[in-house]
């Protein structure tokens, strides 16, 4: 057995998103969000590709909700750190903008092409970014707060160790890396025990945070439900600003309409953070 009980077939089937929700279901959702992201893009001219780094994905999208000093949401795309960029996923921005919450949707270089080091690292460097240039872009940089689904809800409890971030939404997300260490996704990522402990976020809880909301499908794999739900119970042990928010009927996919739509269950829970 290699981790809790699990053999390399068990880790495998056990983070595997797509096998899970079915392939028919998943293409599904990749074609209706692409063409809502469309759709979107077109009626709200975002300002596209605004840098935030030298490397070719370290770029960015802004939708300005048309608010004076508006608090900001960043998204970070899933993907398991190898697949995905960000313009499919712009569908997101609907249910913040209909809050007047300007969205930034950010690209970040996959793997293999750069180890998770630098994908944090680039995360860590697009949230100064923002940091630094809200004001000009229209939004209040004490109000910028962090949500990613996936891989991004990784990225998001790495990006929570910024003390100025006001507060963040993980959604569906891994927090310990060992068993991705050991399983099929491993072949691109190529991490080792150092580099897999070395930003498993559960390990390295920060001293100061905003508040995080930590979600997932009721309907998940178990595994990422067993993630969520650890990292939740050790996020408030550790005396952070938290709260636990399981949501019930949803699969890994389906859950991001509660973000995307202006009623969904996280678009409340994003203005409940902003208050």
Request: charged share 25%; glycine share 10%.
């Amino acid at each position: 057995m290699l981790y809790r009980g699990m053999d390399r077939a068990a880790l495998d089937a056990g983070y595997n998103n797509r096998n899970a929700v079915g392939n028919d279901a998943v293409e599904r959702h990749n074609a209706g969000w692409r063409t809502r992201s469309d759709a979107l893009r077109a009626a709200r001219k975002p300002e596209v590709d605004l840098k935030y780094g030298s490397g070719a994905r370290e770029r960015l999208d802004f939708y300005n909700a048309g608010k004076a000093k508006a608090p900001t949401l960043i998204f970070i795309h899933g993907g398991y750190w190898q697949m995905n960029d960000k313009e499919p996923f712009h569908f997101i921005a609907e249910g913040p903008l209909a809050h007047g919450i300007n969205v930034a949707i950010v690209e970040y270089t996959l793997a293999p092409a750069a180890r998770l080091d630098q994908i944090c690292a680039e995360i860590r460097r697009s949230v100064d970014w923002l940091l630094a240039n809200l004001a000009r872009l229209g939004g209040d940089p004490d109000k910028l707060y962090v949500s990613g689904h996936s891989a991004g809800g990784h990225l998001t409890s790495i990006a929570m160790d910024n003390p100025r971030l006001a507060g963040g939404i993980a959604i569906s997300c891994i927090f310990d890396l060992e068993p991705i260490r050991l399983n099929y996704l491993n072949d691109k990522l190529g991490l080792d025990v150092a580099e897999a402990a070395r930003n498993s976020t559960i390990k390295h809880l920060p001293k100061q945070a905003g508040r995080l909301t930590v979600t997932v499908g009721a309907n998940e794999l178990s595994e990422l439900v067993r993630q969520s739900t650890e990292y939740a119970e050790a996020w408030t042990k550790s005396g952070l600003t938290g709260s636990y928010l399981p949501l019930p009927g949803h699969d890994h996919f389906s859950i991001l309409e509660e973000l995307a739509q202006p009623d969904g269950k996280l678009t409340q829970a994003l203005r409940q953070l902003i208050g």
